[in-house]
């Protein structure tokens, strides 16, 4: 029971779309109208600029690591990581945005922040150092999540192996178009690092 009650509760922190709410409060745009279409930090950057950019990301990891940190937060033994799971879908498929969310990856982040801020640490330098080499957001997602695994793999903490490799999944599916961009020499790069 506690499961559902908390996954429940999961999803529906997961589904806030903080790029929609973000984009309609404070500059009166649907940034689902424009550039990629998708709720996530990395399109709020590209059509509304740095400073909405960075609350939207910084929102949707915290309510990961919010989701992960409820059976915490009340007192529960069930697994963080598969509530955190359930608000990661939330984010992907929101019911409050029509099912058509962000591509999992801060979200994610915001996960293993819960659970492991160390290895939170890891992956965000990860990330910006392959940001850096390659220019590509989505190349850095995916490459961030693949080591993410590894550094779990490392620690030799099977729920942490499982639950990242499930995540990277995520990451790597909704990131299927940008792939093929990828290789095709047509992904937009960032021009500010």
């Known amino acids: 029971m506690d499961y559902i009650l908390f996954g429940l509760i999961a999803y ?15 500059y009166k ?14 399109n709020t950057f590209r059509v509304l600029g740095v400073k909405a950019g960075l ?19 009340f007192d529960s033994d069930i697994n ?5 799971i359930i608000a990661v879908i939330g984010h ?3 019911i409050f945005a029509h099912f058509r969310g962000g591509k999992a990856v801060a979200t994610s982040g915001g996960i293993i922040l819960a659970v492991s801020p160390l290895l939170f640490l890891i992956i965000l330098a990860t ?3 392959t940001l850096y ?7 850095s997602s995916i490459v961030t999540g693949i080591v993410t695994v590894i550094a779990a793999i490392i620690l030799q903490e099977i729920g942490l192996i499982i639950v990242t490799s ?14 093929k961009r990828i290789l095709n020499k047509t992904e937009p790069k960032i021009t500010w690092m």
């Open 12 to 26: 529906l922190i997961g589904s806030i779309p903080f790029g929609l709410i973000v984009g309609k409060i404070g």
């Open 133 to 139: 080499v390659t220019k590509y957001v989505s190349l």
């Open 55 to 73: 609350i939207v990301t910084l929102a949707d990891i915290l309510k990961g690591t919010l989701a992960a940190r409820l059976p915490w937060i």
């Open 80 to 84: 963080l990581l598969i509530i955190g």
């Open 92 to 94: 992907m498929y929101p």
């Open 127 to 129: 990330f910006f150092v």
């Open 29 to 42: 745009t649907d940034i689902r109208e424009h550039g990629s279409g998708n709720l996530g930090g990395t």
């Open 166 to 179: 499930i995540l990277t999944l995520f990451v790597i599916y909704r990131h299927r178009t940008n792939i």
